[in-house]
């Protein structure tokens, strides 16, 4: 079973950035699409950004279209969330989830605050 462990969040002020990591182990990491889902107080999980990985094809949902950009290093089994012009609206717990088939795997989240 593929483990993931994010990293990166924080507090910060609206219009700065933050790039988190998702840095996975236990398992071969070939094959997955890596994807950042993102959960605001009271509000449903929704998916921010995904990342394929037999052709790096990316998907953004609109709001973050622009701001964020989503990577991987397979060398270091990492998938990186990029986001700029941070807004209050982006304040949610951020997971990072590797899909192969049935195979489904989640981090255990880390928060992002923007504040000012």
């Known amino acids: 079973q593929l483990q993931l462990v994010e990293s990166g969040g924080g507090l910060v002020q609206p219009g700065e950035s933050l790039t988190l990591s998702c840095a996975a182990s236990?398992?071969?990491?070939?094959?997955?699409?890596i994807g950042w889902f993102r959960q605001a107080p009271g509000k449903e999980r929704e998916g921010v950004s995904s990342i394929r990985n037999d052709n790096g094809n990316t998907l953004y949902t609109e709001s973050v279209k622009g701001r964020f950009t989503i990577s991987r290093d397979d060398a270091k089994n990492t998938v990186y969330l990029q986001m700029n012009s941070l807004r209050p609206e982006d304040t949610a717990v951020y997971y990072c989830?590797?899909?192969?088939?049935?195979?489904?795997?989640w981090g255990q989240g880390t928060q992002v605050t923007v504040s000012s």
């Open positions: 236990g398992a071969p990491w070939d094959g997955y699409a």
């Open positions: 989830n590797a899909a192969l088939g049935a195979l489904d795997s």
